[in-house]
Nanobody, 115 residues
Framework: QVQFVESGGGLVPPGGSLRLSCAASGMIVSINAMGWYRQAPGKERELVAR???????NYGDSVKGRFTISRDNAKNTLYLQMNSLKPEDTAVYYCNLHPSSSRYWGQGTQVTVSS
């Protein structure tokens, strides 16, 4: 059974940093295209960053240059390093396959950027 467990969120001031983790089970992160997604209050869930099985990365325009997606194959874990955070980055962050599967959404991790 595929399961993703996100962690690492929290409250951070503007300009701060966080690193999110996504522990995967029931599947192998390194041979699948994976993505980080986020959903802000009142908005639809959006793709933030993705990484292919070949480790090619792509980012949404709003986070390009500030966020970095990576994975640790030995730990079967996906990461999202977020720097220079802005209030508009406030959302619940999720990991999933890319394209996403409705069967595999986890509980997400809340990121709040506020002074």
């Amino acid at each position: 059974q595929v399961q993703f467990v996100e962690s690492g969120g929290g409250l951070v001031p503007p300009g701060g940093s966080l690193r999110l983790s996504c522990a995967a089970s029931g599947m192998i992160v390194s041979i699948n295209a994976m993505g980080w997604y986020r959903q802000a209050p009142g908005k639809e869930r959006e793709l933030v960053a993705r990484i292919s099985s070949g480790a090619i990365t792509n980012y949404g325009d709003s986070v390009k240059g500030r966020f970095t997606i990576s994975r640790d194959n030995a730990k079967n874990t996906l990461y999202l390093q977020m720097n220079s955070l802005k209030p508009e980055d406030t959302a619940v962050y999720y990991c999933n396959l890319h394209p996403s599967s409705s069967r595999y959404w986890g509980q997400g991790t809340q990121v709040t950027v506020s002074s």
